[in-house]
């Protein structure tokens, strides 16, 4: 036999053993098979493998709903839905106004009311009159409204103003509260206010 033609022989040989290898039974699986193929599903998209909610059009999110009534920790759900009433009577400021306070308050209140209710609070926000003028903070009756009172409205919303709970935590609910208070006093100030501006 020459040597080119044993070599020959040898790779047909080694081919015919490959292709005995392949075989039509499935492979043996040595792990569970869940371990194996875990269904997986992406955080926050539709998903119809996992978990199916029939009312669901849209079978399900990767996450499961909370449970009714679940709330995250350190929240705490507002006492006084629909009493403002008694929000007035029973929620206190827990925040003293400090420099500090009240200067996050200024930030806060420029953030998220000024855009209705003007920087000042007098009802002339850059998005008026496109959306109807808001009231002055400075009124008599907001003047005279305890801040439980406001932090009602932040919280509830008030017939055109929506509620504010989701955009600003309580604390800096609060902390508006003291700046609109600083802003009730720049409206009507007194002659020792003035005199202490030098006015
Ligand atoms: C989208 C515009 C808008 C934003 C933003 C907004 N408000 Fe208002 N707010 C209004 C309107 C409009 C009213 C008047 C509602 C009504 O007719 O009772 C109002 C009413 C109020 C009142 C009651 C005034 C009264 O005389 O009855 C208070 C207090 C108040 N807002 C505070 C705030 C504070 C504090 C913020 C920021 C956290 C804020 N609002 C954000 C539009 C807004």
Not at 16 to 35: D, F, Q
Not at 64 to 88: K, L, S
Not at 125 to 140: E, H
Not at 157 to 172: F, H, I, K, R
């Amino acid at each position: 036999m020459k040597c080119a033609t044993f070599k020959n022989s040898i790779l047909i040989t080694s081919l015919l053993v490959m292709a005995a290898c392949t075989s039509s039974k499935p492979p043996l699986e040595y792990i569970g098979p869940n371990m194996v193929k875990g269904p997986s599903l992406k955080a926050q998209r539709a998903d119809c493998y996992m978990f199916k909610d029939s009312n669901d059009p849209h079978c399900i999110r990767g996450p499961r709903m909370p449970v009714e009534g679940t709330i995250p920790t350190n929240f705490e759900p507002y006492p006084y839905p629909n009493d403002a009433e008694a929000a007035g009577r029973l929620l206190k400021n827990p925040l003293r106004p400090t420099k500090a306070i009240l200067e996050r308050g200024q930030i806060l209140f420029d953030t998220y009311c000024a855009v209705c209710h003007g920087n000042t609070g007098d009802g002339n926000g850059y998005i008026v009159p496109k959306f109807p003028q808001p009231p002055t903070l400075a009124s008599d009756k907001v003047t005279n409204w305890t801040d439980g009172r406001i932090f009602h409205v932040i919280t509830m919303g008030q017939n055109l103003m929506p509620s504010y709970a989701s955009q600003v935590t309580a604390d800096e609910r609060w902390a508006i509260i003291n700046y609109v208070r600083v802003l009730q006093r720049a409206a009507h100030p007194s002659a020792a206010d003035l005199k202490a501006v030098g006015k």
